[in-house]
């Protein structure tokens, strides 16, 4: 009895320290883009009618898309954790093959897009943007840095994501055993979180 309880209360302990270990690494997450947004404001505060010019030359229609395909991402890795918890394997399993196809679209989009703008000569480097003036360059400096650390985000969630569908596939992960979706349905929500920051800060403001 003394040594069922004592695995159950490890148990617990190894839960408690994994998921302070998902907060800890959010936060580090959340204040790196913290950091970054504030460089944005203090840019834009000072090159305001350069920044204003340069979101002209992105795709709002690409951004709205894309900010739709991502929140559908983030409310089908919600799916996957409710049907996991119900002990569904096929709806988990559907739920997170689905949530693999909208992240996959997302950077499709994002690559059209990116193509895009270098095709203009709109990137860091370009010479074509250094005739611009300062202001183009720091905002597509900013543009492409901080769109593509959130894109490298998306290719870690990837991996997460699909070793999450082998071990559902082959019951690894179950309704008796979920933490590791409840985790990775975290870090896919963060990954929506800072896209849905990034969007107004580059197309709408």
């Known amino acids: ?17 994994t998921l302070s270990g998902v ?13 970054l947004f504030l460089l944005y404001a203090v840019y834009r505060y000072k090159n305001g009618v350069a920044f ?12 709205v898309l894309n900010t739709i395909i991502i929140l559908g991402g983030s409310l089908s890795m919600a799916y996957t954790t409710i049907a996991i918890r119900k002990g569904n394997k096929m709806a988990a399993l559907f739920w997170l093959l689905n949530t693999l196809f909208i992240g996959f679209m997302f950077l499709v989009n994002r690559y059209f897009e ?30 492409f840095f901080m769109t593509g650390l959130h ?3 998306l290719l870690a969630g ?30 896919w929500h963060l ?13 709408l403001l």
């Open 1 to 17: 009895m003394s040594q069922s309880l004592s695995m159950t209360r490890n148990l617990s302990q190894q839960k408690e320290s």
């Open 23 to 35: 907060w800890l690494f959010i936060f580090i997450e959340l204040l790196l883009f913290a950091g």
């Open 52 to 63: 204003d010019l340069a979101s002209n030359e992105l795709s709002l229609t690409s951004g």
């Open 114 to 143: 990116w193509k895009g703008r270098i095709d203009f000569g709109l990137f860091p480097g370009s010479e074509d943007l250094a005739r611009l003036g300062h202001g183009d360059v720091l905002f597509f400096g900013l543009y």
């Open 151 to 153: 894109a490298l985000h």
């Open 158 to 187: 990837f991996v997460v994501l699909i070793y999450a569908t082998a071990k559902v596939n082959d019951n690894g992960i179950n309704a008796n055993n979920y933490s590791f979706i409840e985790k990775t349905g975290t870090y």
């Open 191 to 203: 990954a929506t979180l800072i896209w849905v920051l990034i969007f107004p800060l580059f197309y």
